[in-house]
């Protein structure tokens, strides 16, 4: 079966943009979660949805955001992107998080210059 | 305070050698453990997952154990590859209906010739 696709791969913007990042989860989840990484550092949770509705939060400023669509599918946007914004994005789907893990996509690797 | 810790931060070892890698936790109420490896500029890929009962699961060359009264666990790898460099991600799950998982900060494996 498809696994979960993020788009695009790579993205260049430049500071003081807004840009908005794509998830399709593996069919059947519910749960799409939003990671940070940035170079060196471990996965910094953003937010988790879950049948459209957002179940869990983390500490991000409010530039950060996102939604879920009824098919599953999800958006993360930042405004007014500032340099460290910098990182790979990684989102996550899941059936339920408690017993059936997380299966990540490959990233959208955004450079803000 | 849920938090999940994991050493070393960084390992080097050469290629043939076995290694073990740690993974700490305070996260209550314990639902399962899961292992993920994350290749350089990739998203993570689950090795194994431990719940409550179990102690030790095997996957190949990978071996997870997982002592509940201790809320200790490890990775051990054996017979290492240049393939297995890589980060090695903890996360800890939570017996709840929220889908609350705790991440590691992971141990970054290098395998030498």
């Known amino acids: 079966k498809a696994g979960v696709t993020q788009t695009p791969r790579y993205l260049i913007k430049t500071r003081g943009q807004q840009v908005t990042l794509s998830c399709s989860p593996i069919s059947g989840h519910r749960s799409v979660s939003w990671y940070q990484q940035t170079p060196g550092q471990g996965l910094q949770f953003l937010f988790e949805y879950f049948s459209e509705t957002q179940r869990n939060k983390g500490n991000f400023p409010g530039r950060f955001s996102g939604r879920q669509f009824s098919n599953s599918r999800s958006e993360m946007n930042v405004s007014t992107l500032e340099l460290g914004d910098s990182a790979l994005y990684l989102c996550a789907s899941s059936l339920d998080p408690e017993w059936s893990g997380y299966t990540f996509g490959s990233g959208t690797r955004l450079t803000v210059v | 305070k849920n938090q999940v810790e994991q050493s070393p931060q960084s390992l080097i070892i050469l290629e043939g050698k076995n290694c073990t890698l740690q993974?700490?936790?305070?996260?209550?109420?314990?639902?399962?453990l899961r292992w993920y490896k994350q290749d350089t500029g990739r998203g993570p890929v689950s090795l194994t997952i431990m719940t409550f009962s179990e102690n030790t699961k095997s996957n190949g060359r990978y071996t997870a154990t997982l002592d509940a009264d201790t809320k200790q666990s490890s990775l051990h790898i054996t017979a290492s590859q240049l393939s297995d460099s890589a980060s090695y991600i903890c996360?800890?799950?939570?017996?709840?209906?929220?889908?609350?998982?705790?991440f590691g900060d992971g141990t970054t494996l290098t395998v030498k010739p």
């Open positions: 993974c700490n936790y305070t996260v209550s109420p314990f639902s399962n």
């Open positions: 996360v800890v799950s939570l017996n709840t209906n929220a889908g609350k998982s705790t």
